[in-house]
């Protein structure tokens, strides 16, 4: 089954900084690569996926970088704000055949 | 759109009695997801239902769990008896399409507590 690691475990930043999380995994045949946040006491909730004809996509402050050949992709949130204060999670997808989600990162945003 | 659904949103139960949990999908989507989340194991997928029909229940824990979906609006996770190591959130979550390659909208969860 798939194999997914994220990088760092936990992260600190002041507010205004920028934030990256990278996330590995196994399973070349991947295709799907989600980031979810996950408030606390919250429900995760999806908020950036790319695919794999895609390098990068952007909303607003957060991003999403991939690197098929490499077998990983980066959630990139910039100016950071305290609201952003969350467990960040990644879960890649093959077409519906891996249901792994990584482990998390907390991210804490100083005022 | 209420989102997904479920109920109870804490349940505290004693060790041995049976515990029932529930979930309404959004309507529309043809993939419904249990998972368990704790901090020693995160996010597990418990078993997965498409179009109703189970396909992976791979990762229930042993023959305590059981879930069922009757009908694309309703399903419920069962664990009976229920035992302290139980003590989790259950979150249920729903897809768009036939396969969860469209990504989670997961409900509120359910903390349940087995003392």
């Known amino acids: 089954g798939e194999n997914v690691e994220q990088h760092p475990s936990t992260l600190s930043v002041q507010e205004g900084d920028s934030a990256v999380i990278k996330c590995t995994y196994s399973?070349?045949?991947?295709?799907?690569f989600p980031w979810y946040k996950q408030e606390l006491g919250k429900r995760p909730q999806l908020i950036i996926d790319i695919r794999s004809n895609v390098g990068e996509k952007k909303d607003q402050r957060i991003a999403v970088t991939l690197n098929k050949t490499a077998k990983h992709f980066s959630l990139h949130i910039t100016e950071t704000q305290p609201e952003d204060s969350a467990v960040y999670f990644c879960?890649?997808?093959?077409?519906?055949?891996?249901?792994?989600f990584g482990p998390g990162t907390r991210l804490s945003v100083l005022p | 759109d209420a989102g997904v659904i479920q109920s109870p949103r804490h349940e505290v139960t004693e060790m041995g009695q049976e515990v029932t949990l529930r979930c309404k999908p959004i309507s529309g989507h043809n993939s419904l997801f249990w998972y368990r989340q704790t901090m020693m194991r995160g996010l597990e997928l418990l078993i997965y239902f498409n179009n109703n029909v189970p396909i992976d229940d791979s990762g229930m824990p042993e023959d305590r769990f059981s879930a069922k979906m009757p009908n694309a609006s309703f399903s419920t996770l069962k664990i009976q008896p229920s035992e302290p190591r139980d003590s989790a959130v259950y979150f249920c979550?729903?897809?768009?399409?036939?396969?969860?390659?469209?990504?989670?909208?997961f409900g509120s969860g359910t903390r349940l507590t087995v003392v």
């Open positions: 979550a729903s897809s768009l399409g036939q396969l969860a390659n469209y990504g989670y909208t």
């Open positions: 399973d070349s045949a991947s295709n799907y």
């Open positions: 879960a890649p997808d093959n077409y519906g055949q891996n249901f792994v």
